[in-house]
């Protein structure tokens, strides 16, 4: 089988659709199966700006192919943003394909030369649902496509130009049950589709004493890993832990380690290697994952993997959901549930153990790399187009 990936972006990114484009076609080249993708010269979602060569590379066993994008994002893209989505049902097609032009990574050679080589693979696998190289992507390649739309319930995807995307693919690959349902409420999505998930590989030595010792956390600490983005609860967490700490007196610091600038009363890390992640994953009381929406959710799993619960935003499916399988978690829908279901977590030791086992046995009997692909592979085998 030769199978080529199309993702916005490709290389060392920690998370989100392109590593876990990455995960799968390493996995599928460890198989023996021909890999190629095709992406972008941008490293950086928020410009497009191409940081990296034009032309062809390897990573591992993997053919990458990047194209160059022809303008970086415009600085009149959040404008058009604030007009189209707000309404999204009313907007016509030429001004929807307009904002997705203007949301990138514009790259019409990318889709050209997806179009002149998409025969010669037997699954074209596009990773998200949301851009440009999907978007335009689909359409050249035909029956051969296949989707994994990391999807969740957000005002993007009420556009129409989305129903012809999701209508076009021979299948879809959902990451969690909770993304399947929310997509086969919008638009119907007939075609064959697989729940893969993600796999979780910890690494073997993970040793809370070297994260305390290399970021200098004396006292027991709560931990949030991601993008510092209002879409992802940093809205409400800094101000909501604040509030905590003064009507409960808890001495547990906040410490967040993700992109972008962290609010004040915050512990705020720069950016931390793999090998730091564990540790801290391993070291922290509580995992919390404030994000109103969510398609997997790859922390939690990781969170778990290492025997540490977390503590979630309820307006998330896909959050509530890995923690009602799991029986590793608890959520908040208010202020009042935040400060009762982290004083619970915070409080008892106990509790935090047993949530944490729980969490790492789901892990192990769910999101078993191997496993994973196994079923990926027969799953890509029965939707392929015949020979």
């Not at 957000?154 to 879809?172: C, H, N």
């Not at 070297?210 to 879409?231: C, E, N």
């Amino acid at each position: 089988m030769k199978v080529a990936y199309v993702v916005q972006r490709y290389g060392d990114i920690k998370a989100g659709a392109e590593a876990h484009c990455r995960a799968f076609a390493h996995r599928l080249a460890a198989r023996g199966v021909a890999v190629d993708v095709f992406t972008t010269c941008a490293r950086d979602y928020r410009t497009w700006a191409n940081e990296l060569p034009a032309g062809t590379s390897s990573d591992g066993h993997v053919s990458v192919h990047r194209f160059p994008v022809v303008e970086p994002r415009s600085s009149a893209f959040d404008t058009v943003s604030n007009e189209v989505l707000p309404r999204p049902w009313l907007v016509p097609r030429e001004r929807q394909e307009e904002w997705m032009r203007m949301q990138g990574p514009h790259s019409p050679a990318l889709i050209d030369a997806l179009g002149s080589a998409a025969r010669d693979y037997d699954v074209v696998a596009f990773i998200t649902y949301l851009y440009y190289t999907t978007y335009f992507g689909l359409p050249v390649v035909g029956e051969r496509a296949v989707l994994h739309p990391t999807a969740h319930d957000e005002p993007a995807i009420y556009l129409s130009m989305f129903d012809d995307v999701f209508a076009a693919p021979r299948g879809l690959v959902f990451l969690t049950d909770e993304e399947k349902a929310f997509v086969h409420r919008r638009f119907g999505a007939a075609q064959p589709s697989i729940v893969a998930g993600v796999g979780v590989e910890p690494p073997l030595d993970c040793d809370p004493a070297r994260a305390r010792d290399r970021f200098g956390l004396a006292g027991p600490y709560v931990l949030y890993l991601g993008r510092i983005d209002p879409l992802k609860g940093m809205d409400h967490l800094p101000a909501f832990f604040a509030r905590f700490g003064e009507r409960t007196g808890a001495a547990a610091d906040l410490v967040v380690a993700g992109d972008g600038n962290a609010p004040p009363g915050v512990r705020a890390l720069s950016e931390v290697s793999e090998q730091e992640k564990w540790d801290l994953l391993a070291g922290a009381e509580v995992l919390i994952h404030p994000s109103y929406h969510e398609s997997f959710a790859l922390t939690l799993l990781e969170a778990w993997s290492v025997g540490t619960p977390v503590f979630v935003n309820g307006a998330s499916d896909v959050l509530v959901g890995h923690c009602m399988r799991s029986n590793g978690g608890l959520w908040y829908r208010s202020y009042a549930e935040f400060e009762a279901g982290l004083g619970r977590l915070l409080g008892d030791d106990r509790l935090r153990r047993a949530l944490g086992a729980q969490g790492e046995s789901y892990v192990r009997s769910t999101y078993r790399w191997d496993e994973i692909i196994d079923r990926y592979l027969g799953f890509l085998e029965t939707v392929r187009p015949a020979a």
